[in-house]
């Protein structure tokens, strides 16, 4: 295996990079006529022409992606891979109620889709069948382990082969997965599922009152690395977030206004964002007028800090002294108000 891992490295040397690849995805939606809504890290919108639809773009690299309409039950919806060349969809719509939600339900078959989606389907549908089967935990083990090494082989610095490697990295051990990360080009080293293989050995720390924080380092937006030691004497809230988070953004506002309250008596502000996408992270730090230091591997849930921290929701934050002391956790609102106000003793 240490061989075959090695051969992958090799290979990738030789890898096209970041080459833009034209992709069309087409359907046909039974039962509504409005705008169809496509998410494939970004999102694009047109409107049905009696009944059919057409996206068309560019990706550098195989994308998961998904279509959707307004008030569309997430559950409902059918995720594929675009890769260069045509995708087919056959959607249905139908109308749900129960007692706490109602909209329109999408269900869809995929009729054509790219080489991507094709070997990771089959791949996975293959691994499943491999681990439902009745032999031994260890043969299991040794079938995916081959299948794993095979598909690395095949595709070398690729996003299927990540994607597979990603879903399956419990049976592989640490130097395997760094070796593979490293072999990585830099475009693929920035997706979540690289950034899942790169965090593997990554033990959460515990995060309590009234001791220190361990320290972390991770780029701004601009490049430049940032610490926790940045910021020593100041009180400093690590506030965990991310431009797609409703309760997030709704919870900006009273930030802002403690952060205007406080600045100028040692009181700061370090933003982990949880976004896989800078334009919209960067969009969201304008519009919300987030005038503090902001960090990000935009690596989406797999953010280095926040697995660092076992974050797993947003918002959430921590309070330190200028020491590096926890104060408290997940202050939001009033609290986040009340405590500021206990710190500071009041507004001046």
Known sequence: MKKIF?????????????????????GKINN??????????????????????????????????????PFAKPVGL??????????????????????????LDVKGKIIQAGHAHQVIDSVTKQFSKIIQSPIADDEKKKNIRQGVAELLSQYPNSMIS?????????????????????????????????????????KPVDVVVGQKIADFEQRNQFGHPVSVSDFKSKYLLVDFWASWCVPCRQENPTVVKAYQQYKNRGFEILSVSLDDNKKAWLKAIKADGLKWTHVSDLGGWEN??????????????????GNGIVLATNLRGEELDKKLAEVFGGTK
Do not use: C
């Open 304 to 321: 280095t800090v926040s697995r660092m921290f076992n974050i797993r929701s947003v918002p959430s934050n921590i309070l330190i002294d």
């Open 78 to 103: 059918t995720p594929f891979w675009i890769d260069a060349g045509q995708t087919i969809l056959q959607l249905d719509t139908a109308s749900f109620k129960n007692n706490r939600f109602s909209g």
């Open 6 to 26: 090695a051969f992958v490295f090799f290979l990738s040397l030789f890898s096209q990079l970041n080459a833009q690849h034209r992709f069309s995805v087409r």
């Open 32 to 69: 509504y006529a409005g705008k169809v809504y496509l998410y494939y890290g970004k999102k694009d919108s047109v409107y049905t022409t009696n009944g059919s639809f057409l996206f068309k773009g560019k990706v550098s690299i195989p994308t998961y992606a998904y279509i959707a309409v």
């Open 162 to 202: 990540l994607y597979i490697l990603s879903g399956y990295q419990q049976y592989f051990d640490n130097d395997e997965l760094q070796q593979v990360y490293a072999s990585l080009s830099p475009t693929l080293k920035t997706t979540s599922y690289a950034l899942a293989i790169k965090n593997n050995n990554i």
